[in-house]
T-cell receptor
């Protein structure tokens, strides 16, 4: 199997606070994980690629100091939204590659809905 | 650049109707093409894929054929069920990128009993 979980599924925070979202691969080791943002009725937008043991690679236009990514183990990547503002409210989705199954298939978590008041 | 365009929803059909969700792409070279499905409250799941021209991906009664001449990857199913209600995303991975998926905007499908 290739199951990816995210925690929390839903979070509400005050403006100016930081929020951490966890992404875990439950039954496989993922050297690479991806973080996406999904706006209402819009497509998923890749934010960054998270590599275990090294710095994340951010897409153009994504602030690395705002969206901190840590991939400390082969089964866990975290996304921290620092000093959150209402415009950061969105649906954040992670995915992971299982190199043992396929090199081009990503397995997605259920997503985390962030609301910043 | 690389992009994916799919028909806007929502699409509402009666059970056992024929389904087509159009998807066209722009890419250099030969991308891999995918359809992902997102059921209510769940993450995206890979539905099917095709990696070269004229390949047909199929799964759970859904099919899509990689058409290079028309740069299309339309999703079809002969007889839909209520359980097929979900959001469907067409996507591609460019030839030059091992993993970077580019998604279409998604099409919400609702099936009436």
């Amino acid at each position: 199997g290739a199951v990816v979980s995210q925690h929390p599924s839903r979070v509400i925070c005050k403006s100016g606070t930081s929020v951490k979202i966890e992404c875990r691969s439950l039954d496989f080791q993922a050297t690479t994980m991806f973080w996406y943002r999904q706006f209402p009725k819009k497509s998923l937008m890749l934010m960054a690629t998270s590599n275990e043991g090294s710095k994340a690679t951010y897409e153009q236009g994504v602030e690395k100091d705002k969206f901190l990514i840590n991939h400390a183990s082969l089964t866990l990547s975290t996304l921290t939204v620092t000093s959150a503002h209402p415009e950061d409210s969105s649906f954040y989705i992670c995915s992971a590659r299982n190199p043992g199954l396929s090199t081009d298939t990503q397995y997605f978590g259920p997503g985390t809905r962030l609301t910043v008041l | 650049g690389n992009s994916v365009t799919q028909m806007e929803g929502p699409v509402t059909l009666s059970e056992e109707a024929f389904l087509t969700i159009n998807c066209t792409y722009t890419a250099t070279g030969y991308p891999s093409l995918f359809w992902y499905v997102q059921y209510p409250g769940e993450g995206l799941q890979l539905l099917l894929k095709a990696t070269k021209a004229d390949d047909k991906g199929s799964n759970k009664g859904f099919e899509a054929t990689y058409r290079k001449e028309t740069t299309s990857f339309h999703l079809e199913k002969g007889s839909v069920q209520v359980s097929d209600s979900a959001v469907y995303f067409c996507a591609l991975i460019p030839y030059s990128s091992a993993s970077k998926i580019i998604f279409g905007s998604g099409t919400r499908l609702s099936i009436r009993p």
